[in-house]
């Protein structure tokens, strides 16, 4: 009877074992996950801002065009 009791111990211990190994693990996901979602939180960000800046410049690049050819049709 010893032998099993000794036995299921140690089949105990190595299973707690692997459930902290992989806590541990899922952990480190966790946080590679959060700082994905942080990462793409400033991507998206930086990329509105980016096309906030370019489409703000075409719209003058246009109005400047569109002036200067309404001024020519003025001659």
């Given at each position: 009877?010893?032998?099993q009791?000794?036995?299921?111990?140690?089949?105990?211990?190595?299973?707690?074992?692997?459930?902290?190994?992989?806590?541990?693990s899922?952990?480190?996901?966790?946080?590679?996950?959060?700082?994905?979602?942080?990462?793409?939180a400033?991507?998206?960000?930086?990329?509105?801002?980016?096309?906030?800046?370019?489409?703000?410049?075409?719209?003058?690049?246009?109005?400047?065009?569109?002036?200067?050819?309404?001024k020519?049709?003025?001659?």
């Amino acid at each position: 009877m010893t032998e099993q009791k000794d036995g299921w111990n140690e089949w105990a211990k190595r299973v707690l074992g692997d459930i902290e190994r992989l806590e541990v693990s899922i952990d480190k996901i966790l946080i590679e996950i959060t700082n994905l979602r942080v990462d793409i939180a400033v991507l998206k960000t930086k990329s509105a801002i980016a096309g906030a800046f370019w489409g703000a410049l075409v719209s003058l690049i246009v109005s400047i065009i569109a002036a200067i050819i309404v001024k020519q049709m003025g001659k």
